[in-house]
Structures are given as C-alpha cells and as structure tokens.
C-alpha cells in the first residue's frame, strides 16, 4: 500500500519560518510530480506549491517569494521550506503526489493526511 506521510507542523510566531517534509513509501515504481496543498478552517483545499520530476516549480501568488519546494527523490521526499510566516498561512497542509504502484499496477494521485500549521503571536 503507498501512503504519503507529512511531517513538521506546528505553531510559529508571525515572521517565524517551518519546514515540512512529506515522505512516500509502499510499493512504488516512481514518483512523477510532487506537491503541497492547504485548507484553512471554512475553505476549499487550494494548492500552494508544486514541483515536477524536472526542476520546474509553481507556487500560489499568496506564497511565491516566501516558500520553497523541493525534493528529493532518493528518500522519495517532497519538503516545503515556509518563510515570513502570516496569519494567514494557518491551515491544514497536505502532501501530494502521482505515484506508479506494482502492487496493484496502477498510477494515481495519492494524498497525506495532513499537518496543522498554525502562525499566531
């Protein structure tokens, strides 16, 4: 069974910096893209970063300048480095990829279950 498990959520103060990791295992014959997604308390799940298997990146207008993904395919680990941290970055964040599973055969996007993020003073 492939599952995606996020880590390094937490509280950090307004201007404060986090960083999360997410990491896949089970049986995987590659990843494709890797990215991170967000809900905040009443909202819609919006994504916040992605990174392909090449070196091209996208990012949410709300956090482009301030965070950064990347990854590493060896450990099979997406990371978002999250800087000058607002109020406004509190949500649940979650981790997604598109995997090719063995067993079963299969490709499809798979979700973590989620790390609270919570910027307040």
């Known amino acids: 069974q492939v599952q995606l498990v996020e880590s390094g959520g937490g509280l950090v103060q307004p201007g404060g910096s986090l960083r999360l990791s997410c990491a896949a295992s089970g049986s995987i014959l590659s990843i494709d893209d890797m990215g991170w997604y967000r809900q905040a308390p009443g909202k819609e799940r919006e994504l916040v970063a992605r990174?392909?298997?090449?070196?091209?990146?996208n990012y949410a207008d709300s956090v482009k300048g301030r965070f950064t993904i990347s990854r590493d395919n060896a450990k099979n680990t997406v990371y978002l480095e999250m800087n000058s941290l607002k109020p406004e970055d509190t949500a649940v964040y979650y981790c997604n990829a598109g995997i090719y599973a063995y067993s079963p055969r299969s490709y499809k996007h798979y979700w973590g279950q989620g790390t609270q993020v919570t910027v307040s003073s």
């Open positions: 990174i392909p298997s090449g070196d091209t990146t």
